[in-house]
Nanobody, 122 residues
Framework: QVQLVESGGGLVQAGGSLRLSCAAS????????LAWFRQAPGKEQDFVAR????????AYADSVRGRFTISRDNAKNTVVLQLNSLKPEDTAVYYC???????????????WGQGTQVTVSS
């Protein structure tokens, strides 16, 4: 049973924007904190942003703070990551994840999406 499905990745020039969406099952969306992680080729998976169940608490990696915004769309059971001022170093596969606790550690996340590729050209 698929719990999280990402969409919205693609190829964009440096300085451009993308909007990633993660559609969650109703059960997961109502009960879990949600986050985005990313993994570049040959590198470890990194935390990007997370949002609490209520949507009132957010946190960002230093590398994306001020450029990326995470939000929840309660009407659509969706978590959105808005990516602005993109840089080539943002190139990675972006994963949506769900956890019962508010965390920036990937091992706390119980459900994962399949990932969506973001490529930023210079």
């Amino acid at each position: 049973q698929v719990q999280l499905v990402e969409s919205g990745g693609g190829l964009v020039q440096a300085g451009g924007s993308l909007r990633l969406s993660c559609a969650a099952s109703a059960r997961v969306f109502r009960s879990y904190a949600l986050a985005w992680f990313r993994q570049a080729p040959g590198k470890e998976q990194d935390f990007v942003a997370r949002i609490s169940l209520s949507g009132t608490s957010t946190a960002y990696a230093d590398s994306v703070r001020g450029r990326f915004t995470i939000s929840r769309d309660n009407a659509k059971n969706t978590v959105v990551l808005q990516l602005n001022s993109l840089k080539p170093e943002d190139t990675a596969v972006y994963y949506c994840a769900a956890a019962r606790t508010l965390s920036e550690r990937s091992y706390n996340y119980e459900y994962w999406g399949q990932g969506t590729q973001v490529t930023v050209s210079s």
